[in-house]
């Protein structure tokens, strides 16, 4: 009896705790995402009790079941952990992010991602949903010169069609140096090439990547070229598309500029100027992504886009007795863009799976010309009597109300020609990826394609026969296509058993390249016969600038457009293969080595090497360093180029041809066939992880480039084998492509990151700088254009040699605090910009100096940049005319409001206190060199820009 109550006892005490067990614990659904809202994939959810652990999906989604009262406890790499306590009906984690040197990364080795303190070479990390709502630049290009130290970007101005194409470099290379990567895949090339001379370059315009579909942009700071192809000698960008499901963000935001000292409203006599309102660049920008999911097995379809309208700024000297004559419509041209990019995954097995990628964008740029006088009458519209026809929708006459008077006085007549300058870019990547045993597979195609087509606007052809001399006003100067197709098939396994494990990659590439330049209209470059017919014009010492009866300008004022013999169609191929091993020879010593053969069929075959490394010190100290060699043909653009730019030369403006390098008058004017460029990198520097919160990275690199693809200096009509195609074409000067020059770029990187949090509290510091040095080491002066000094400045110029030099500042530092309490937040952004140095084009002699010599006549005194000297203002001797742009500091100051668990709201200032870079004119000699350099405006362009304070206020929306 006894025996049978205690099994009782014990039988009913176990099945009211079990009823009571099942009674206190619950099933939660629960969401970890990042500070923009977006989930976080591959996140970790604990409990107290359990040592086991649970992987969110894509949408950053988790489901448990714990006991009630039980911790719940997150993590996730590059985050700070959060815990709460099961039974809270939200159970949504808002991680707050750690350091971006904890993310895991995908660039800098074909093998498994390593965050990118444990990579064996510097590569940053740059969460666009973290970074993008504290500032007012709205382009990539700007965003990522803030956050990356090495990182470099110039807004042109005054650089015809640069204007409108943003490209960016990396360690002060140039744009063809940076490979970019979407997703891991090669994007196409811009369809346009950058010119300028000493600076020239063909990269990817990154902002037809529209910044609602990128999760972060991955940037490798060096030569890459073993692991990913022949143009990644300065580094690569990796963009990364988002993954999210179930989630919708939009960011909208208005900025404008404020610049109460040099917006042209606040010059003595504004109608001698063009002119916007007192607050000009207006900007309105909206980036939206919405995720949702394909299938029942983890597929999705991410979609990203935005919309962007930027106005006109309008920059000059408020003193008029400084009036730049030749740019009175200086500073930034409108932009109106707009697209849409995809990224979807569809598991088609449990070993396999389908992927996609691609998108449509579209950017119109509307640019002014340099202004055009009646000092010149050739580029003016005439009537039947020989005197000149207004036209007000064009014209503008300075010292009048309203710069329309209908009271004529030629002295003061002026119009800017503008370029309108429409841009399309295309692309779609498809492949399949999988697993074959224990190895990774890949195969993929990608196509990408970018069309350029350029209108001259509100400008006039002046030779052609009336009526359409003075009413035809806008003309099609023809364009550029560009297309890349890339086929890649990749293989990737992992060996646990070969040293501390070993990851091996190889595979192979096939891409095709078209490129085609297209002719304009023929009345954009024709000559149509009229003369001038107004009465003789003198130079103050009396001898005739313009006779009755002179031929008129012919061509589109501002942008001559494209002859048929301008046009070209061209095309290559190239196959490559690579292989890629990834060796932990210890627990602390890892070693990366990498090969890559390419075969180009125009340049034949070639091939380099990598090898880097990293040892781990301590736990948190490493050291690594890297060797590469690098190699890269010339690009279908500079092998094909050809155009016309207007430029300044001796105070005037005339037409600027670059031929393109495969013509018979490249051959006659002694400039070599274009050839490879080489180069080989090294780096060496350490990472530190003083603690979770704090990681410190320095990293020093050397590149030597040999053969250097760059534009020549000028050549003018005195060159024989130039003179006649030159004067029938009203060409005063002529550059070209060449392997110029041989170069050395160094420098130090330095990245520190603090992230700290307690309570509703935050405190964020980051600070990047890059100290750097670009050094010409010789300059490849061909033999067939002789030994002479002249010859050497033609092919190029002390001002070429500058602006190659000045690519990227010899500073650069920003210090970005940040606090937060609760729902607001506070920060800054104080940034340095160094010290650069740039030339004009020199009109004066050196006492003493013999001709044809540094300083002597027909070099110094040409007008074309060779070593160039000005008189000073005082006359009492001659400086070389070198204009010095010394070192600025800029301030940003942002706050941000949580307005709900959906919305929040930033407003800030950028450029709080109207810093501008100095003018460009060389001192002493401020009369003699004013407003004499490329650009022509009242200013340079340089990376801190020109426009002043800039306010700004977005909502971000998270649902």
Do not use: C
Request: cysteine-free; glycine content about 10%.
């Amino acid at each position: 009896m006894f025996k049978s109550v205690i099994k009782a006892f014990f039988l009913s005490s176990g099945i009211l705790f079990s009823l009571s067990s099942k009674a206190q614990t619950q099933t939660y659904t629960g969401y970890v995402k990042d500070p923009s809202g977006a989930g976080i994939e591959g996140a970790t959810i604990k409990t107290s009790s359990s040592k086991k652990g649970i992987i969110t999906n894509a949408e950053g989604k988790f489901t448990i079941t714990v006991p009630k009262g039980d911790k719940i406890t997150v993590t996730a790499i590059g985050y700070v952990s959060a815990s709460e306590v099961a039974g809270v009906d939200d159970l949504t984690f808002n991680l707050t992010a750690l350091t971006s040197d904890l993310t895991p990364v995908s660039v800098g080795s074909r093998g498994a991602a390593r965050s990118s303190i444990e990579s064996p070479v510097p590569v940053d990390v740059v969460k666009l949903g973290n970074f993008a709502p504290t500032t007012a630049r709205a382009d990539l290009n700007s965003q990522l010169m803030l956050a990356v130290p090495s990182f470099n970007y110039n807004k042109n101005s005054g650089s015809d069609i640069s204007d409108a194409v943003d490209f960016s470099t990396i360690r002060g290379m140039s744009t063809s140096h940076t490979l970019v990567l979407v997703n891991g895949k090669r994007r196409h090339l811009s369809s346009y090439i950058s010119s300028t001379s000493g600076s020239s370059g063909v990269g990817v315009d990154i902002s037809t990547i529209p910044q609602g579909a990128i999760d972060h942009v991955e940037v490798l700071r060096d030569g890459a070229s073993a692991q990913y192809g022949s143009d990644a000698i300065a580094g690569v960008l990796n963009i990364v598309l988002k993954k999210n499901v179930n989630h919708f963000t939009m960011t909208s935001g208005w900025s404008g500029y404020y610049d109460h000292k040099y917006n042209t409203l606040n010059s003595d006599d504004p109608s001698k100027y063009y002119t916007g309102s007192k607050v000009d660049g207006n900007t309105f920008n909206s980036t939206m992504d919405w995720g949702f999911a394909l299938g029942k097995k983890g597929g999705f379809v991410n979609i990203g886009g935005n919309v962007l309208a930027q106005g006109k700024t309008f920059r000059g000297n408020p003193d008029n007795n400084d009036l730049i004559q030749t740019r009175r419509a200086f500073g930034d041209g409108s932009v109106t863009s707009g697209g849409g990019m995809y990224n979807m995954e569809l598991p088609l097995s449990a070993t396999t799976k389908l992927y996609s990628f691609g998108g449509y964008n579209y950017k119109h740029s509307n640019v002014y010309a340099w202004t055009r006088k009646y000092s010149n009458p050739l580029r003016f519209p005439e009537a039947s009597d020989g005197s000149p026809l207004f036209i007000p929708s064009i014209m503008k006459l300075a010292n009048s109300s309203d710069g329309t008077s209908d009271t004529l006085d030629v002295n003061n007549l002026y119009y800017n020609p503008q370029e309108d300058v429409y841009m399309k870019d295309y692309s779609g990547a498809l492949g399949l990826k999988g697993k074959m045993g224990t190895w990774d597979w890949s195969l993929s195609n990608n196509t990408g394609y970018s069309k350029v087509k350029i209108y001259g606007n509100k400008t006039f052809n002046a030779s052609l026969p009336m009526p359409d001399q003075a009413y035809k006003n806008r003309f099609y100067d023809g364009g550029f296509n560009y297309l890349l197709n890339v086929s890649n098939l990749d293989f990737t396994n992992h060996f646990n058993n070969v040293f501390q494990g070993l990851t091996l990659s190889f595979g192979g590439e096939f891409r095709y390249e078209n490129y085609e330049i297209v002719a304009g209209e023929p009345d954009s470059y024709r000559n149509g016969g009229a003369t001038y017919d107004g009465p003789t014009i003198y130079n103050s010492d009396g001898s005739v600038a313009y006779a009755n009866g002179a031929p008129k300008a012919a061509g589109s004022q501002g942008y001559p457009g494209y002859q048929p013999t301008d046009a070209v169609k061209s095309h290559r191929t190239n196959a490559a293969g690579y292989l890629d091993a990834s060796f932990d020879l210890t627990k602390r010593w890892l070693l990366d080595i990498a090969a890559r053969f390419e075969n180009y069929s125009d340049f034949g075959f070639v091939n380099v090497y990598k090898a880097a490394t990293r040892y781990k010190i301590t736990d948190n100290f490493n050291i690594r360093g890297s060797f590469s060699t690098g190699f890269r043909a010339p690009s279908l653009q500079e092998l094909n180029f050809s155009n016309t730019n207007t430029v300044i030369s001796k105070g005037e403006l005339v037409y600027q041809k670059i031929v393109p390098n495969y013509s018979d008058l490249a051959r006659l004017a002694g400039i070599p066939k274009l050839k490879q460029e080489t180069s080989t990198n090294y780096s060496l520097g350490f990472t530190w992880q003083a603690s979770r919160e704090f990681t410190a990275t320095i990293d020093g690199y050397l590149i030597k480039m040999k053969n250097r693809i760059i534009t020549t200096g000028a050549y003018d009509a005195s060159t024989p084998a130039l003179t006649d195609y030159m004067n029938a074409n009203s060409l005063a000067q002529a550059i070209f492509f060449a392997n110029a020059v041989n170069t050395t770029n160094k420098g130090i990187d330095v990245v520190l990151d603090y992230h700290h949090r307690w309570s509703d509290q935050h405190f964020n510091v980051l600070f990047t700088g890059n100290i750097q040095k670009v050094s010409i080491d010789k300059i490849n002066v061909p033999t067939e254009l002789g030994t002479s000094y002249l010859a050497a400045q033609q092919f190029f110029s002390t001002q070429a040699q500058y602006n190659l030099r000045a690519s990227a500042p010899g500073q650069k530092f920003i210090f970005n605090p940040e606090y937060g309490v609760g729902k607001f937040s506070i920060g800054g952004r104080l940034t340095y910009w160094g010290k650069i140095e740039k030339t004009g084009y020199g009109y004066a002699t050196v006492p003493g100096a013999a001709a044809g010599e540094a300083g002597g006549d027909g070099i110094s005194n040409a007008g074309l940049g060779y070593d160039p000297y000005v008189e000073l203002d005082n006359e009492s001797g001659v400086v070389p005319e070198i204009f010095k742009y010394n070192g600025k500091f800029t301030t940003d100051l942002y706050m941000s409001f949580i307005l709900s668990k959906s919305v929040n709201w930033v407003v800030g200032v950028d450029n709080i206190f109207n810093v501008h870079p100095d003018p460009a004119y060389t001192k002493g000699a401020r009369a003699n060199s004013w407003n004499d350099f490329p650009t022509g405006g009242y200013f340079d362009n340089v990376q801190m820009g020109f426009n002043g304070m800039r306010m700004w206020t977005k909502l971000v929306f998270n649902f």
